[in-house]
């Protein structure tokens, strides 16, 4: 059974930073692309940032171009989203999906978005 597992959101002040994980099961964390998407406060779901199974290609949408950075460990099946100088704006649950290349398409999603695979959530609160 595919799985996809968040963690590691919480509650931090602006310019600081926060790690997130995404551990996957029932299959290797690089036969698929892997995305982060997020979704705010009576906001769509948007792509966040997503890393290519192929190549190790990275794309990031542009409002967190330079703060944030994709990696994935594949010993340990994971997917990292570390996240860093941010604002009140970055606020929203963040979701880890298993996507479809390409995945510059993926980061300039808005709205529904067909994965093979979703994570259940983290939350990131940017707040003083």
């Known amino acids: 059974q595919v799985q996809l597992v968040e963690s590691g959101g919480g509650l931090v002040q602006p310019g600081g930073s926060l790690r997130l994980s995404c551990a996957a099961s029932?299959?290797?964390?690089?036969?698929?692309?892997i995305a982060w998407f997020r979704q705010a406060p009576v906001k769509e779901r948007e792509g966040v940032s997503c890393i290519s199974s192929s190549d190790g290609n990275t794309d990031y949408a542009e409002e967190v171009k330079g703060r944030f950075t994709i990696s994935r460990d594949n010993a340990n099946n994971t997917v990292y989203l570390q996240m860093n100088s941010l604002n009140p704006e970055d606020t929203a649950v963040y979701y880890c999906?298993?996507?479809?290349?390409?995945?510059?398409?993926?980061?300039?999603?808005?709205?529904?978005?067909?994965?093979?695979?979703w994570g259940q959530g983290t939350q990131v609160t940017v707040s003083s």
């Open positions: 029932g299959f290797t964390s690089d036969y698929y692309d």
């Open positions: 999906a298993a996507v479809s290349p390409p995945c510059y398409i993926v980061v300039v999603t808005v709205g529904d978005y067909e994965a093979n695979a």
